[in-house]
C-alpha cells in the first residue's frame, strides 16, 4: 500500500519561498509509469494542481503558478519536493502530494493515492 | 486551461436517496474525467477514473457515466459516510484542473 506523507514549515514569511517535501512509502517512487503531483486547496475552497515530476526529473506545471514553482525528485531518499518563491497570502493552503496516474508517459493523469495534506500559512 | 463546472454547488438529501451531480467541461475532455470524494480535514479520495471505472474498494453504489463534455457521478442509495463534497478532475490536457465541488448535505 503506497503511502504518501508531506512535511515542511506551517509557517512562511511573504516574499519568502515555501519548501515541502513529500516521502513515499510502501513502494518505491522510481517503479511504474507514475508521476508525482502537488496540488493545494485554500481553507474553504477548491483544489489547485501546482504541477508534477517523473522520477527522470521531467516536470509539468500549472502555468498559473509556473515562474514561482519548482518541483524535484530524490530517488534515493524515495522523495519528491515543492519550491515555491516569493509567497503571499495567497499561497495560504492545505498542500497535498499526490501519485499521478498515468496511461501514456508525459499525459495528465489522475490521483489515486494522496498525502494527508500540510496546512502552510503565509503570514509575517 | 478547461474550465470545469459541477452542478450544484450543494444541496441536501436524505439517507437512501439517488443523487446524482453534474460536471461540465468546457470543451470536450474525451473520457479522461476523475471523480473525488472529500470528508472535512482528510485529503480528496479517488472513486472514479476514466469517467466510468470504479476505482478498487469503491462501493458499487457510486457509478459515473458521461463523455465529451457532460458527466454525472450517482449515488443510487446514499449512505451516512456519503455526506461529503465531491470534485470532477479531468486530466485530457495541462493544466489539470478540477470543479469547484458540489457539497453533499444531510436533509
Known amino acids: 500500500q503506497v503511502q504518501l506523507q508531506e512535511s515542511g514549515p506551517g509557517l512562511v514569511k511573504p516574499s519568502q519561498t515555501l519548501s515541502l517535501t513529500c516521502t513515499v512509502s510502501g513502494g518505491s517512487i522510481s517503479s511504474g509509469s507514475y508521476y508525482w503531483s502537488w496540488i493545494r486547496q485554500p481553507a474553504g475552497k477548491g483544489l489547485e494542481w501546482i504541477g508534477r515530476?517523473?522520477?527522470?526529473?521531467?516536470?509539468n506545471y500549472n502555468p498559473s503558478l509556473k515562474s514561482r514553482v519548482t518541483i524535484s525528485v530524490d530517488t534515493s531518499k524515495n522523495q519528491f519536493s515543492l519550491k515555491l518563491s516569493s509567497v503571499t497570502a495567497a499561497d495560504t493552503a492545505v498542500y497535498y502530494c499526490?501519485?499521478?496516474?498515468?496511461?501514456?508517459?508525459?499525459?495528465?493523469?489522475?490521483?489515486?493515492?494522496w498525502g494527508q495534506g500540510t496546512l502552510v500559512t503565509v503570514s509575517s | 486551461a478547461i474550465r470545469m463546472t459541477q452542478s450544484p454547488s450543494s444541496f441536501s438529501a436524505s439517507t437512501g436517496d439517488r443523487v446524482t451531480i453534474t460536471c461540465r467541461a468546457s470543451?470536450?475532455?474525451?473520457?479522461?474525467l476523475a471523480w473525488y470524494q472529500q470528508k472535512p480535514g482528510k485529503a480528496p479520495k479517488l472513486l472514479i477514473y476514466a469517467a466510468s471505472t470504479l476505482q478498487s474498494g469503491v462501493p458499487s453504489r457510486f457509478s459515473g457515466s458521461g463523455s465529451g463534455t457532460d458527466f454525472t457521478l450517482t449515488i443510487s442509495c446514499l449512505q451516512s459516510e456519503d455526506f461529503a463534497t465531491y470534485y470532477c478532475q479531468q486530466y485530457y490536457s495541462y493544466p489539470i484542473t478540477f470543479g469547484q465541488g458540489t457539497r453533499l448535505e444531510i436533509k
Open positions: 499526490a501519485r499521478d496516474h498515468t496511461t501514456w508517459v508525459q499525459d495528465p493523469g489522475y490521483f489515486d493515492y
Open positions: 515530476i517523473y522520477t527522470s526529473g521531467s516536470t
Open positions: 470543451q470536450g475532455i474525451s473520457s479522461y
